[in-house]
C-alpha cells in the first residue's frame, strides 16, 4: 500500500481569518491538538492511534475549511487544478446566460471560495459552478448553464 499524499506534510494552524461557523467533529479536534508545525500527518495520526485514511480525510477538510495550512518549507500536497481553457469556456457560458457582467460575477465567486483562477481547485469546481448559477435568473438558461458546464467538467 502506498504513503497517503499528505502523510509526510507536516501543518500549522492557519493564520487566515476563520469566517461563519464551524462544527468540528472529534477526530478533528483529536488532529487539531496535536498539530504544531514540525510533525508530519503520519507521525500525528500514529501518535492519536488514527488510521491514515481517516487522518488525511479530517485534514483535508481543516485544510479546505481554512483552519490548518501547510508549514512553511515542507512540500504541500498537489492538488489538481483548472487551466485558463476551462476559466474562457466558463466565461463565455455565463455571459451568454447573464450577459456582460460574467466576468465580474465570476471573479467574485472565485474570490468568495478563497481561491484564485490561476490555481484554482479542480476539486472545487462544482461549488463554483453551484455559486455562479445563484446569478442566473432564468430557470432555462441557469439549467442549460449548468448543463454545458457538467460536460466541460466531465472532459477535463
Do not use: C, H, Y
Amino acid at each position: 500500500m502506498s504513503a497517503s499524499p499528505l502523510s509526510n506534510v507536516v501543518f500549522r494552524l492557519s493564520t487566515s481569518e476563520l469566517t461563519g461557523e464551524i462544527n468540528l467533529k472529534p477526530e478533528a479536534w483529536r488532529i487539531l491538538s496535536q498539530v504544531d508545525g514540525a510533525r508530519t500527518l503520519s507521525e500525528i495520526a500514529q501518535r492519536i492511534g488514527m488510521d491514515m485514511a481517516t487522518a488525511q480525510r479530517v485534514a483535508e477538510s481543516l485544510l479546505q475549511a481554512r483552519i490548518l495550512e501547510v508549514a512553511a518549507g515542507t512540500l504541500a500536497p498537489v492538488r489538481a487544478t483548472v487551466d485558463a481553457t476551462f476559466f474562457n469556456q466558463l466565461s463565455i457560458e455565463l455571459a451568454r446566460a447573464v450577459g456582460p457582467l460574467a466576468p465580474v460575477i465570476l471573479e467574485d465567486a472565485v474570490a468568495a471560495l478563497g481561491e484564485k483562477q490561476e490555481s484554482f481547485p479542480r476539486e472545487r469546481l462544482a461549488d463554483l459552478i453551484e455559486r455562479v448559477s445563484e446569478e442566473i435568473r432564468d430557470p432555462a438558461r441557469r439549467l442549460r448553464f449548468q448543463q454545458v458546464m457538467l460536460e466541460a467538467i466531465r472532459k477535463l
